[in-house]
């Protein structure tokens, strides 16, 4: 099993909708987990940091992680063309260094 | 707003050639690293650099490569032959403190090993 599994899409939804994004992993020991947005053959730019279980909303976005079920969410509410992109889910133990998916495609079509 | 610098955008070399990546880091941040991400792949670890020292590094960091920061400001990969598959985005990036918090990532350096 892959450490850190993230359905590569692509993803197209119309503008304004809400938009769910997801990782899956498999070391228990994840505590701190982020998104990151890239567009094309740009560096990753941080969107969310989490640390441990819970939410954390920021403007359209809402991080989400499910430690028991090892698993989270990044939530885009009221989608823009902007925001199509590819988002990486990232995580860390607090002493090791931080663990990519392979990140998801998305498109918003106006 | 800080951010991670990155040269040059594109380097194309030809193979068993020398290359060096630059960065300048966030100036108060104290923790360097170097990401590599093959086209199509995920973002790897290369190396966790602090206090002059490599903390951390991957499978990858092989004798081929070494860090190095020079000065007060810049950062920089050496990767001494390159190969075909070293080809790839290198992202340098930086943090305040440490894996336990946030890394904020430069463009990138687009290297071509022809």
């Known amino acids: 099993q892959k450490e850190v599994e993230q359905d590569p899409g692509p993803l197209s939804v119309p503008e304004g909708a809400i938009v769910s994004l997801n990782c899956t992993y498999s070391n228990s020991a994840f505590q701190y987990f982020m998104w990151y947005r890239q567009y094309s053959r740009k560096g990753p730019e941080l969107l969310m940091y989490t640390y441990s279980s819970g939410n954390k909303e920021d403007g359209r976005f809402t991080a989400q992680v499910d430690k028991s079920s090892k698993y989270i969410s990044l939530f885009i509410r009221d989608s823009q063309p902007s925001d199509s992109a590819t988002y990486l889910c990232a995580m860390h133990t607090g002493n090791t260094p931080l663990v990519f998916g392979k990140g998801t495609r998305l498109s918003v079509i106006a | 707003e800080p951010e991670v610098t990155q040269t040059p955008s594109h380097q194309v070399t030809q193979m068993g050639q020398e290359v060096i990546l630059r960065c300048v880091p966030i100036s108060n941040h104290l923790y360097f690293y170097w990401y590599r991400q093959i086209l199509g792949q995920k973002v790897e670890f290369l190396v966790s650099?602090?206090?002059?020292?490599?903390?951390?590094k991957s499978e990858i960091f092989d004798d081929q490569f070494s860090v190095e920061r020079p000065d007060g400001s810049n950062f920089t990969l050496k990767i001494r032959s390159t190969k075909l598959e070293d080809s790839a985005m290198y992202f340098c990036?930086?943090?305040?403190?440490?894996?336990?918090?946030?890394?904020?990532f430069g463009q990138g350096t687009r290297l071509t090993v022809v």
């Open positions: 990036a930086s943090s305040e403190g440490g894996v336990n918090t946030e890394a904020f």
């Open positions: 650099f602090y206090n002059n020292e490599i903390s951390e």
